[in-house]
């Protein structure tokens, strides 16, 4: 699987959107991008994936770039309790069932 | 909502004690896997399982075995506990190979 690059930290005011970064220049055309987090003591979160296209759910948004070697995880309207560890990870699934967890990035939400 | 339901959130066991870590999902998903998660290290797989009674094993099998006896549960058995095996264990679950893994809250196991 691709490797991935992330900032250690961010920080980001409550209500304002949180821009999450990550770069996987080395990713091949069958990997998936996904992103999880985790709160403190909790187990990890899904919370988005996606191959080429954009993509937007309930919790937030994906933006691929159209090389494909970086994505931007979006939470539209950052609460206190989005403060967590979140991993980007790059992943083709079959033969790879392995999740691959590197440092992420700690946000921390301000109020 | 996916649920993945681990039996326990924290458990103490005595060096020597067979000890069993329950999972429960209940999506009707193919995929379970069973991780470790320490810190400094990462999340290391240690068994997974893609059908009823089906297993293999993942980086880091030794001193655990699996049961899958239902497609909701996967249970993990550490035969003979010790204290290396004192960490916080994580169940996960998928729907397909290319679909995303949906962990419980973990179970943060002492080994004393």
């Known amino acids: 699987d691709a490797k991935t690059t992330q900032p250690t930290s961010m920080d980001c005011a409550e209500g304002r959107a949180a821009n999450l970064p990550c770069n996987h220049s080395?990713?091949?055309?069958?990997?998936?991008v996904y992103w999880y987090r985790q709160i403190h003591s909790q187990g990890p979160q899904y919370i988005i994936h996606g191959l080429k296209n954009n993509e937007t759910n309930e919790m937030a948004s994906l933006i691929i770039t159209e090389d494909r070697k970086s994505s931007t995880l979006i939470l539209p309207h950052a609460t206190l309790r989005d403060t967590a560890v979140y991993y980007c990870i790059v992943n083709s699934g079959a033969g790879s069932y392995q999740l691959t967890f590197g440092k992420g990035t700690k946000l921390s939400v301000i109020p | 909502d996916v649920k993945v339901t681990q039996s326990s959130r924290y458990l103490v066991k005595r060096t020597g004690e067979k000890v069993f870590l329950e999972c429960v999902q209940d999506m009707d998903h193919e995929n379970m896997f069973w991780y470790r998660q320490d810190p400094g290290l990462g999340l290391r797989l240690i068994y997974f399982?893609?059908?009823?009674?089906?297993?293999e094993k993942g980086d880091i099998p030794e001193g655990y075995s699996v049961s899958r006896e239902k497609k909701e549960r996967f249970s993990l058995i550490l035969e003979s506990a010790s204290t290396n095996q004192t960490s916080m264990y994580l169940c996960a679950s998928s729907e397909g190979w290319n679909q995303p893994q949906h962990f419980g809250d973990g179970t943060r196991l002492s080994i004393l």
């Open positions: 399982s893609y059908d009823v009674k089906m297993k």
């Open positions: 080395t990713i091949s055309g069958n990997e998936y």
